[in-house]
């Protein structure tokens, strides 16, 4: 029987995904995919600039072809801010994780979305600062266990940070989402949820967001099945994937 090739590697991939460096079973290659297969289908790859920081994501701006800026961590954001106001009419994508958008680089985060800055942010969420060791982070979920938290997260250490939830409240913003990966129809809401997020950046209506729920199987300390599974029992009952913002004009 003959083959057909059903999906191929996007255009911008210009290297094998096993030539990158992340841990078997991350997921942030997922994310990049689903990134780069967005602008391939956009046809904007000749006006993208890719913004990231130091976090395990940095492979993101080592696999593509398009123009890069790489941060200090907790930067990006901000490094972000400055290539859009140069650069107002390329699409401005900045790959942060949970450690970074939602601990370091938190204040940057909520002054660009108050402030209406016409680019995305997306946030790789694994729970923990994966890079440095697998601390505690904003988004560590209750019970879960980290190297700072080995009895897990209990309340004298707060609360979960939902993200796209708290910023769908800043009025800068006109949308805000989070997504998976875990199973193939989560894969899909996720790019749609990406192909929405640069088309309000495009469509000059204001800052936009998306949080990823990503498998960290070696912080987390688990196999990838193990840790595909923790998505879908622990961090979606707590993190439930949707929109929570999408609007066409700021009010
Ligand atoms: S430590 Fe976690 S987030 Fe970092 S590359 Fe490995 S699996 Fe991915």
Redesign the pocket.
């Known amino acids: 029987m003959k083959k057909k090739l059903v999906s191929g590697l996007p255009k911008l991939w210009v290297r094998h995904p096993a030539e990158r ?3 078997p ?4 290659p997922i994310i990049t995919r689903i990134v780069y297969d967005v602008i391939d289908e956009l046809g904007i790859e000749g006006n993208t600039i890719l913004v990231n920081s130091s976090a ?2 940095f492979a993101v701006i080592l696999t593509t072809s398009t123009d890069c800026v790489h941060a200090n961590h907790g930067q990006g954001i901000d490094a972000a801010c400055g290539v859009k106001a140069l650069l107002p009419d390329s699409l401005v994508v900045c790959f942060g ?1 949970d450690g970074d958008v939602a601990a370091i680089g938190a204040g940057a985060f909520v002054n660009a979305a108050q402030r209406a800055d016409k680019f995305t942010v997306i946030m ?1 969420n ?1 729970g923990h600062f ?2 440095t060791g ?1 601390q505690l982070a904003p988004t560590t979920l209750m019970g879960q266990i980290t190297t700072t938290t080995p009895e897990g997260r209990g309340p004298n250490m707060g609360y979960p940070a939902r993200m796209p939830e708290m910023i769908a409240t800043v009025q800068g913003v006109a949308y805000s989402a989070r997504g998976a990966a875990n199973t193939p129809a989560n894969y899909l809401k996720t790019r749609k949820y990406v192909k929405t997020a640069f088309e309000k950046q495009l469509d000059n209506i204001g800052f936009s967001f998306v949080e990823f729920l ?6 987390w300390r688990m196999t990838p099945q193990e840790s595909i599974r923790w998505i879908e029992e622990k961090m979606i009952p707590a993190l439930p994937l949707g929109e929570f913002k999408n609007v066409d004009r700021l009010d």
């Open positions: 460096l992340e841990c079973g991350c997921q942030y395990c994501g994780g790789v694994n994966a890079m697998g990503s498998a960290c199987p070696t912080g």
